[in-house]
Nanobody, 116 residues
Framework: QVQFVESGGGLVQPGGSLRLSCAAS????????MSWYRQAPGKERELVAT????????DYADSVKGRFTISRDNAKNTLYLQMNSLQPEDTAVYYC?????????WGQGTQVTVSS
């Protein structure tokens, strides 16, 4: 059973930075693309960023391009999301995600709150 444990969320002022981590286990992490999603109160879950299994290619939602960076360390089975220039509209629960054999897997989420 695929497992994820996210960490690194918290309260930050506008313009600040956070680095999220997602520790993966119980599957061949290095073989699969990974993504970060987020869900704000009252809104649908949205894709934030995706990275290929090798880390050689990434893609971002327009709303975070130039501010967020997705990366991974396959030796540590860990996915990261560096978030800079955070704004109140980035407030959400952030989830790591993968699809293995057509099954969707999600972490428990980590809360990010951007407020002064």
């Amino acid at each position: 059973q695929v497992q994820f444990v996210e960490s690194g969320g918290g309260l930050v002022q506008p313009g600040g930075s956070l680095r999220l981590s997602c520790a993966a286990s119980r599957f061949a992490f290095s073989r699969y693309a990974m993504s970060w999603y987020r869900q704000a109160p009252g809104k649908e879950r949205e894709l934030v960023a995706t990275i290929t299994n090798t880390g050689g290619s990434t893609d971002y939602a327009d709303s975070v391009k130039g501010r967020f960076t997705i990366s991974r360390d396959n030796a540590k089975n860990t996915l990261y999301l560096q978030m800079n220039s955070l704004q109140p509209e980035d407030t959400a629960v952030y989830y790591c995600h993968t699809t293995v054999y057509y099954q969707y897997y999600w972490g428990q989420g980590t809360q990010v709150t951007v407020s002064s």
